[in-house]
């Protein structure tokens, strides 16, 4: 074989490794990002069901005053089983959490593939600098301080 032809060859190789290890962090990133949509969109509906149970009557099994009831209640009330619930689609360990306090609903999702944890909270009574009403606030926190 020529000079050329190893110099091409050498070439080639290096090329093909850094395109390699280039998908492979670019497949990270994304399963990363997948993740963390997936707990977005869980916590997201999750608090969404909690506002539609918290519009109904208490008669029809409804909350109207969360210091009456805890997380599991809740879970149990929408179908979840309890107040752990599992995030599909964000990794082997991804869950969502329910909890409450005597006038606002939360629920914490995380997982180990995702780079933060996703807290996403119902408060009826939760309005914006220009009053209009805004139940449902998400809000993002490091993996690492939970």
Do not use: H, W
Request: proline share 3%; glycine share 12%; with cysteine.
């Amino acid at each position: 074989m020529g000079q050329q032809q190893l110099l091409l060859l050498v070439l080639s190789t290096v090329i093909v490794g850094l395109a390699t290890v280039a998908g492979i962090q670019a497949f990270s990133d994304n399963q990363a990002q997948a993740s963390q949509d997936a707990l977005v969109q869980k916590g997201t509906s999750i608090a969404s069901d909690i506002q539609g149970l918290y519009g109904k009557p208490a008669q029809l099994g409804g909350v109207d005053d969360f210091s009456n009831v805890d997380g599991s209640d809740i879970g149990n009330r929408l179908g979840y089983g309890g107040a752990t619930v599992d995030a599909e689609g964000a990794g082997s360990d991804g869950e969502c959490t329910i909890s409450t306090s005597s006038d606002q609903a939360s629920v914490a999702c995380t997982s180990g593939n995702a780079p933060q944890k996703v807290t996403v909270t119902f408060d009826p009574d939760n309005t914006d600098d220009d009053g209009n009403s805004r139940p449902v606030t998400t809000s993002f926190t490091s993996s690492s301080s939970s």
